[in-house]
């Protein structure tokens, strides 16, 4: 099982930028389907994002939650075991932690373990 540890959290005005990273250890990142999901004080955990893992018959799949779609991008570097989150155009709802983690059902981002989180706010 993977092990997670977010960081590149912090305080960013609206519409500004932020990159989260999330290096894993415990095993091979290529292997697995690898996303990110937030949750808000006082509000449900809302997934973000879902990418199939690079060895899979269905790689290259990703998948976002329509929150977020057209601002946010995931990525990953497999020879660093790490998964990257660029978030654009944020805004005021985006604040929330965001956990990096796996990817149960990228069709339904859902995730089944995951780290510790790193905190995002968006405020002017």
């Known amino acids: 099982q993977l092990q997670f540890v977010e960081s590149g959290g912090g305080l960013v005005q609206p519409g500004g930028s932020l990159r989260l990273s999330c290096t894993a250890s415990?095993?091979?990142?290529?292997?697995?389907?690898i996303g990110w999901f937030r949750q808000a004080p006082g509000k449900e955990r809302e997934g973000v994002s879902c990418m199939s893992s690079t060895i899979s018959s269905s790689g290259g799949i990703i998948n976002y939650a329509d929150s977020v779609k057209g601002r946010f991008t995931i990525s990953r570097d497999n020879a660093k075991n790490t998964v990257y989150l660029q978030m654009n155009s944020l805004k005021p709802e985006d604040t929330a932690f965001y956990y990096c983690a796996h990817c149960s059902s990228i069709k339904t981002l859902t995730y089944d373990y995951w780290g510790q989180g790193t905190q995002v706010t968006v405020s002017s």
């Open positions: 415990g095993a091979t990142l290529d292997y697995y389907a």
